[in-house]
């Protein structure tokens, strides 16, 4: 739940830069019908709350180099809390699994993974695999993306 609701202006200036963060102040201020200076300590104070965490740019993973993405399932072997510290770091660690999130359900660990090619991919699988907690592993490969990701939807 967020921490206080969020007005029209809020919402609507949290879309912009959702979708495009490099545009100018004054073209944000007059999207959303706000002069420049108010608009300007509304980002600020968003930014302060936490609610805009930082700014990025989307990169296209095969003009990047990466051919081959794919979800990736883990089970980790005991539920114990250095266990739990110890995949963290190494999921932070490996650079070709770019998002990861624990799960309650049949599987511990959910892991979105990238490589240059199906070699590379099976390469970084059998790294997965090796861990000393890993218990199992089971991975689909994405053929198709048909709603990348397009950031989080405002609330109303």
């Not at 990238?114 to 970084?124: G, I, K, N, Q, T």
């Amino acid at each position: 739940m967020p921490t206080r609701s969020l007005d029209r202006a809020d919402r609507e200036l949290i879309r912009i830069l959702r979708d495009d963060a490099r545009l100018p102040n004054t073209e944000i201020a007059e999207r959303v019908a706000l002069s420049p200076s108010p608009c300007l300590r509304r980002i600020k104070r968003l930014e302060s709350e936490g609610i805009i965490r930082g700014y990025s740019a989307r990169i296209d993973r095969v003009k990047a180099g990466w051919g081959v993405s794919a979800f990736v399932h883990l089970n980790i072997e005991k539920h114990r809390k250095d266990d739990a510290k110890s995949m963290e770091k190494e999921m932070r660690r490996i650079e070709r699994v770019v998002w990861c999130s624990a799960l309650a359900g049949p599987w511990d660990l959910l892991l979105q993974v990238v490589a240059r090619d199906l070699d590379d991919y099976f390469e970084l699988v059998q790294e997965l695999g090796g861990l000393d907690c890993v218990k199992d592993i089971q991975s689909t490969i994405i053929i198709g993306d048909i709603k990348p990701d397009s950031g989080i939807p405002i609330c109303s």
